[in-house]
């Protein structure tokens, strides 16, 4: 496991987030530093694809790995299509319902040993999860040892321009988790100064519903 995943202890298996997921629906939300909240969308995580959502399903190639991959949505479409795709999440309760939705999942941080390394043809980092560890460069280096030469990540990002780093916590209007963990915020022009800078290949961006996403290429050599 790398210092980014041994610097804190996967807050995202909070009793929180675990109920949201039981339920469906919010509220939840990252709670700063500065006290402001965040909120965090669950219903529609909890939900079937969106419109948002199909746009990146099309532009995945081969077998997809969904890096943080919440309740599953994204795993349970690839799985109906009968392509070959697998969910990670810290969280059992994501996992849980996951596989309930009829996608494999594991309950495995992005950090800690995967199955198939360097031999995926896709990763997803949907729902603002390239702030996973509040360091998206290292985030990128560790994505870019799972893909395949040429393989795609398919990155959500912030859909206004900004390049901030965090403490949060977990936040319901009834309490706030006692664990502090790091964040990130990428707009789609840090996303892609980043990717440019660890060798990456930006091969797109579009916006849906409000939602920005950007396409980058793992490099070959």
């Known amino acids: 496991m790398t210092a980014v995943a041994a610097s804190h202890a996967h807050p995202w298996t909070a009793d929180p987030y675990a109920a949201a997921l039981r339920a469906g629906r919010g509220p939840l939300y990252l709670l700063r530093g500065d006290g402001r909240r965040l909120p965090?969308?669950?219903?529609?995580?909890?939900?079937?694809?969106?419109?948002?959502?199909?746009?990146?399903?099309?532009?995945?190639?081969?077998?997809?790995?969904?890096?943080?991959?919440?309740?599953?949505?994204m795993v349970a479409a690839l799985a109906r299509a009968a392509r070959p795709a697998l969910?990670?999440?810290?969280?059992?309760?994501?996992?849980?319902?996951?596989?309930?939705?009829?996608g494999t999942a594991l309950v495995r941080s992005v950090f800690e040993p995967l199955p198939a390394e360097g031999r995926w043809g896709s990763a997803l980092l949907m729902d603002g999860n390239v702030g996973i560890g509040g360091d998206p460069a290292a985030l990128l280096r560790r994505i870019a040892a799972l893909l395949e030469p040429g393989g795609l990540l398919l990155v959500e990002t912030a859909p206004d321009e900004m390049d901030e780093r965090f403490e949060a916590r977990l936040s319901t209007p009834w309490g706030v988790t006692a664990t502090a963990f790091p964040w990130a915020r990428l707009g789609p022009r840090a996303l892609n100064g980043l990717a440019c800078r660890g060798g990456w290949l930006p091969a797109g961006r579009w916006n849906v519903s409000g939602r920005a996403f950007s396409v980058l290429r793992r490099g070959v050599s």
């Open 40 to 73: 965090l969308d669950v219903a529609r995580w909890c939900g079937e694809p969106d419109a948002a959502d199909v746009s990146v399903l099309d532009r995945c190639r081969g077998s997809v790995l969904d890096i943080g991959c919440g309740p599953g949505r």
């Open 87 to 102: 969910g990670i999440d810290t969280a059992p309760a994501a996992v849980a319902r996951t596989r309930a939705s009829g």
